[in-house]
């Protein structure tokens, strides 16, 4: 298996702990556009601030208009736009609006995210975390396409999660419809095609001037796990005997300041010019999870030995085969093509 880029930290000299706005001290992004879905809530919110400090315009879509403001109320300048991924005319009504405003678009962060949720479908009748973490940001990327390929030099981040290592894509029941439905293989699948998506699209797109990204932001506590039980999130020492979040970045466990980083940084980074459809982790190249070996174990052996903070990457999530699969599959089941 090969990738365009090897899955190699490149020592960065940032890290788990690093924050998104010390990736962009001193930067200057004026004249400069994203748009950051999620951009309301969790990371998002800490994703748009780092740029918008930086002086990127910003574009958040949102399915509710007064809580993104009450949110965003302290981050001048940005704008929202409704949008919800689950509904494709939606997700085109809203590419539309952008790209009649003949704008480049420098940076499409996909940060927006469902985890862990019980069964639902969308009107298609697609699983939620599938439709919602992949298939809605498949058919906004491509929307989108023109305004990236206007803005000759762009980058195209998927917020995708150590989750991934929950399940690959199921090619034969993707949706549930005849195996028992378990929330974190469904969110595992739908964080495995954010990885798979980033690869293709980067080998898409590179002649073209854009590539692609894919993150672990770190294991944080947002709105996102609001479907897990508390005494599970104890059990993982992500919040301590008061519900209160343990800050730990030693052993990945993040303040979403600290999270949002490895985004901003995929997104507006000197050290990745040239590079791409690699997945990130700690503002650098993650490395890659020997086959055969156990990724749980093999990252507490790394955080336990100082070897590494990060956990890795599953090969199959950037397989280029199974990448290209997916990418096929995503065109037929939107209907969306580049």
């Not at 601030?49 to 300048?77: C, F, H, Q």
């Not at 491509?142 to 090619?171: F, N, T």
Request: with cysteine; glycine share 10%.
């Amino acid at each position: 298996m090969t990738t365009s880029t090897p899955q190699t930290p490149l020592g960065t000299g940032y890290g788990p702990a690093t924050t998104a706005s010390e990736i962009v001290a001193g930067a200057d992004l004026t004249g400069r556009t994203a748009i950051v879905t999620g951009g309301y809530s969790g990371l998002g919110v800490e994703t748009v601030r780092a740029l918008r400090t930086a002086g990127a315009s910003v574009v958040v879509p949102v399915r509710n208009r007064e809580k993104a403001a009450e949110t965003l109320a302290g981050v001048d300048g940005v704008q929202l736009e409704p949008m919800d991924l689950q509904d494709p005319a939606s997700v085109d009504a809203f590419a539309d609006r952008f790209l009649g405003e003949d704008r480049p678009l420098h940076m499409l962060i996909n940060s927006a995210g469902i985890m862990a949720v019980p069964l639902s479908r969308d009107a298609r009748g697609y699983e939620s975390q599938f439709a919602t973490n992949h298939l809605g940001h498949f058919q906004l990327t491509l929307r989108l396409w023109p305004a990236l390929l206007r803005a000759e030099g762009a980058r195209v981040v998927a917020v995708s999660s150590w989750g991934h290592r929950e399940s690959g894509i199921v090619w034969d029941d993707m949706h549930f419809e005849r195996r028992p439905y378990d929330p974190m293989s469904a969110y595992g699948q739908s964080k495995t095609a954010n990885n798979l998506f980033a690869v293709e699209l980067d080998r898409r797109g590179r002649d073209h001037g854009v590539r692609a990204f894919s993150l672990h932001p770190g294991r944080i506590l947002t709105p996102l796990v609001r479907y897990t039980d508390p005494e599970i999130l104890r059990r993982m020492g992500m919040i301590d005997e008061n519900g209160e979040p343990i800050v730990d970045p030693a052993r990945n466990k993040k303040s979403p300041q600290q999270g949002a980083a490895t985004s901003v940084w995929c997104a507006t980074s000197p050290q990745l010019d040239g590079l791409g459809g690699v997945y990130c982790e700690n503002s650098d190249i993650a490395p890659l999870v020997p086959d055969g070996d156990d990724p749980v174990a093999l990252a507490e052996e790394r955080v336990r030995t100082q070897q590494s903070h990060a956990f890795g990457v599953m090969p199959y999530s950037i397989d280029p085969h199974s990448a290209t699969r997916l990418w096929d599959l995503s065109e037929k089941l939107t209907g969306i093509s580049l």
